[in-house]
């Protein structure tokens, strides 16, 4: 492109980041506090290795290392050996005591074999004056604490200063009763269960003070504040597209990708752009003792170096990574990705094949993002004919999924070109998404617990949006039925794709069989596919006009289906089902029902089955509806 870029600010140079959540309490609040005479918190250790800090600041240093905790001022241990355990909550007491400091550590749980612990040192009491931070020294080479916070609180002469933790992620500072300031460092997860849960409800919005914990790892990182060096300026008239810096360096070149979105529908088409699902998979880990590596990828290699986690990875201390920003390196974001568990292009990548199919082919699109559609929902999809999705919106916001809805309620059309979609809740706000996996993973990913589903940014619920009646099969039609790494497999067409009201979607398909080529492991039925099912919510009317079968037994079945026949019913039922659904308003749902099929799209300038039927279908959606 011959847009104008211009430098501003630093010159490019190596960025440094800082890694691990923690609690501060600054200089200044803490002499707002008064006379303090100890510090009161709850405490929930996880995983742990080497020395670590759980308190500090200029009076003491409360520290652990191999679950012994102890207490120093000044270089002096004042109280040591202290055992405590992990995977409770505990009581933590500071305090004067007489002349001297007292140190209280309590269990919560009274089956648990520890109880309490009450050590007294002969030093007397000092008042913090400088920063008081929980779960980090303030060194930048130590490590923070992987642990959960609850109501920490300030003793004073006067009325406490105590601090609650929000079940919604906060903007800035926590205020404390009286208004004084604690900032949470590098975005640790709040709505997380506290000492007050008693499994009597999974809703934070009804009983918050379950839910007042915030969640602390020593691998957490926020929103990076990088300056920028340059500035491009996107011209009025630009096409909507994917576009991408290319940056060059001593060893080659990479795509910091970008999006200009429609400002006003110009095309009867606009194309979804899945930016959830691209947030949620990038820079995943993929650690090689969990996963068979078909292909090295640089931009994991990238992830490896620099410790970052995907949505997909898990924390220092086993639980799951819940929180990404699109304001930090997106390695793995790139037209040449290559996905090291199928050793083929994923994602990104699968979609720039099918946006230059539809130019290669007169196929005229606007395009927004997810996060587009949530921000405005409805109104961003006013005045379209049709929806096209890309070939993995696996993540979708209860405000994204309503919007669909309706535009298809409405009269318009959604042609959804990809596998396993419309699937897991997702939450937005400003550059952040939130996604909160269940138990039911069934070892594919980190597994989350039941009563911690709730979002931060939202506190609505995750998990799968199919668990609370809404979701892909009553939207779309079919849910992932299948998965797998290996060969894809082609789909043949039903004896109901022959009847009228279906069969222009095969003009010029010689072959019922089609789709035996594909990027995206050499077909079009591959990698995650969706089958329907009427128990689980697929609407009466929806037409399986092709299937595809005979995937290799590496493909394993989706663990939340449940199949009355059995063992039997299930192995029948190793499939992937294309779709149609006529709607009472002139509008169609289609579902390729693969990840892999705009991946079996041709090359520009060429043509096939899987291109033909897919020309057909947008060639058809962007025709006036009839009146």
């Known amino acids: 492109m011959d847009w104008a870029v211009e430098p501003i600010g630093e010159s490019p140079r190596q960025q440094a980041f800082e890694q691990g959540s923690y609690l501060h309490i600054a200089a200044a609040e803490i002499g707002q506090a008064g006379t303090i005479t100890g510090l009161d918190f709850e405490l929930f250790l996880t995983r742990n290795e080497g020395p670590r800090t759980i308190a500090a600041c200029d009076a003491f240093h409360l520290g652990l290392e191999n679950q012994v905790v102890s207490l120093v001022r000044d270089g002096v241990t004042l109280i040591d050996s202290v055992p405590v355990p992990s995977q409770i909550w505990l009581s933590v007491v500071l305090r004067q005591e007489g002349q001297g400091l007292s140190l209280s550590i309590r269990g919560h749980d009274p089956l648990a074999p520890f109880t309490y612990h009450h050590h007294v040192a002969d030093v007397a009491w000092r008042a913090p004056s400088g920063d008081l931070r929980l779960g980090s020294s303030g060194a930048a080479d130590a490590r923070t604490l992987n642990a959960k916070f609850a109501r920490l609180t300030l003793a004073t002469p006067q009325p406490p200063v105590a601090w609650i933790f929000p079940t919604l992620l906060p903007d800035g500072p926590i205020l404390s009763t009286n208004g004084l300031k604690l900032d949470s460092v590098n975005l640790p997860a709040f709505c997380i269960t506290s000492p007050r849960w008693d499994g009597s409800s999974f809703e934070p919005r009804l009983v918050p003070s379950h839910y007042d914990a915030v969640h602390c790892h020593d691998d957490d990182m926020a929103r990076l504040a990088w300056p920028a060096s340059y500035r491009l300026s996107v011209p009025a008239d630009a096409a909507p597209g994917i576009y991408a810096f290319d940056v060059d360096y001593e060893g080659g070149s990479e795509e ?180 909160r996996r269940g138990p039911t993973e069934a070892g594919r990913t980190w597994d989350g617990k039941l009563a911690e589903q709730s979002l931060a940014l939202t506190n609505e619920p995750g998990g799968y949006l199919r668990s609370r009646g809404r979701g892909e099969f009553s939207l779309i039609g079919g849910a992932i039925s299948l998965m797998g790494f290996d060969g894809a497999r082609p789909f043949t067409r039903t004896p109901e794709s022959h009847s009228d009201e279906c069969a222009w979607l095969f003009e010029g398909v010689e072959n019922d069989t089609f789709g035996d080529e594909g990027i995206v492991l050499g077909g079009a039925a591959g990698y995650e596919i969706d089958a329907t099912d009427p128990h689980l919510g697929t609407a009466p009317g929806t037409i399986v006009v092709a299937r595809a079968d005979g995937f290799p037994e590496s493909f394993f079945h989706d663990p939340t289906r449940w199949y009355e026949g059995g063992e039997a019913e299930m192995r029948g039922r190793r499939v992937a089902e294309m779709t149609l659904r006529f709607l009472s308003k002139s509008g169609l749902i289609f579902s390729a ?8 799209l041709p090359e520009p300038g060429g043509m096939n089955d899987v291109g033909r039927i897919t020309l057909n279908l947008l060639q058809f959606l962007s025709q006036p509806k009839p009146e």
């Open 256 to 435: 910091i990708v970008f999006f200009v979105t429609s400002s006003a529908p110009q095309a009867p088409i606009v194309f979804l752009v899945p930016t959830a699902t691209y947030l949620a998979y990038a820079d995943e880990y993929l650690p090689r003792h969990l996963y068979e590596w078909k292909c090295d990828d640089r931009g994991h290699a990238f992830a490896v170096a620099n410790n970052l986690r995907s949505l997909y990875d898990y924390h220092g201390d086993r639980s799951g990574v819940s929180i990404c920003s699109w304001r930090k390196p997106k390695a793995t974001l790139r037209s040449d990705y290559l996905y090291p568990l199928c050793g083929a292009p994923h994602n990104l990548p699968v979609d720039l094949h099918l946006l230059r199919f539809c130019h290669a082919n007169g196929i005229a699109f606007d395009l927004i993002t997810d996060f587009d559609l949530d921000r405005h929902g409805i109104e961003a999809l006013r005045n379209y004919r049709t929806v096209v999705t890309g070939s993995h919106p696996e993540y979708i916001s209860v405000r994204m999924e309503s919007a669909l809805r309706r535009f298809a309620a409405e009269g318009g059309s959604l042609a959804y070109l990809g596998g396993n979609g419309f699937a897991g809740t997702v939450a937005f706000r400003d550059d952040l998404l939130e996604l």
């Open 593 to 600: 029902s693969s990840v892999a099929w705009c991946g079996a």
